[in-house]
């Protein structure tokens, strides 16, 4: 039986009712069976601090476990809100620690996916291209096609947190699909 992609996702907000947070955790739905998802809390997050480069070579034990789980994946998929036309800075500063100390850049090699959403029309599309620009430096390669921008998210969310659009689900499901086969074809 052919290896099974490890799938390691993290994004979210620290909001408690938070749209993205929602969409991380129900990230296991859409898992295929040739694939395994370890997902990064939000709230554990929020527990990484301020990035400082002076701890570069000492990092703190939640940077070392964040890092460690990077690490161990072969795909990364980021599910991010949209700040002020960017990434908000929860996923910047985990972003900065595990690309750090130089030389041991956790992302090197591996392929990612992006899930943005938005309460507004356009799903997060501006953070999702600045994300793009970073995973380049980061030697991320991200899924080109499908690109999942998810518009006024508030509406595709049941009462449970759940996605209950099908369309949402579709384009999330196929957005996994493609991260899983391109991550198969570049370890063939
Ligand atoms: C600081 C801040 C900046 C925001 N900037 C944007 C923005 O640039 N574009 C946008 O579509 N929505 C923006 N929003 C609205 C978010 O889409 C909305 O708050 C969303 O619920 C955030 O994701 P979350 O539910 O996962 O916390 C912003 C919200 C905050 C709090």
């Not at 994946?73 to 900065?96: F, H, M, Q, R």
């Not at 992006?114 to 991320?140: C, D, E, K």
């Amino acid at each position: 039986m052919e290896k099974k992609v490890k799938i390691f996702a993290f994004g979210g907000s620290l909001r408690k009712d938070s749209y993205t947070a929602h969409i991380l955790k129900g990230l296991a739905e859409f898992i295929p069976n040739d694939a395994v998802l370890d997902t990064f809390e939000p709230s554990d997050l929020g527990k990484l601090p301020h990035f400082n480069q002076d701890d570069d070579m000492s990092q703190p034990e939640s940077v070392k476990n964040f890092k460690e789980r990077v690490k161990a994946a072969d795909a990364i998929i980021i599910v991010t809100p949209e700040y002020n036309y960017s990434v908000p800075s929860l996923i910047k500063n985990a972003i900065e620690w595990g690309s750090r100390p130089y030389g041991d850049n956790s992302f090197d090699g591996k392929t990612a996916a992006i899930v943005s959403s938005s309460i507004g029309m356009l799903g997060g599309s501006r953070a999702q291209y600045h994300l793009r620009q970073i995973m380049t430096f980061l030697g991320l390669q991200a899924v080109q096609k499908p690109e999942v921008m998810i518009p006024f998210i508030q509406d595709k969310l049941g009462q449970d947190g759940k996605i209950k659009d099908e369309e949402t689900k579709k384009h999330i499901r196929d957005i996994v699909s493609a991260l899983v086969i391109l991550t198969q074809k570049l370890s063939a």
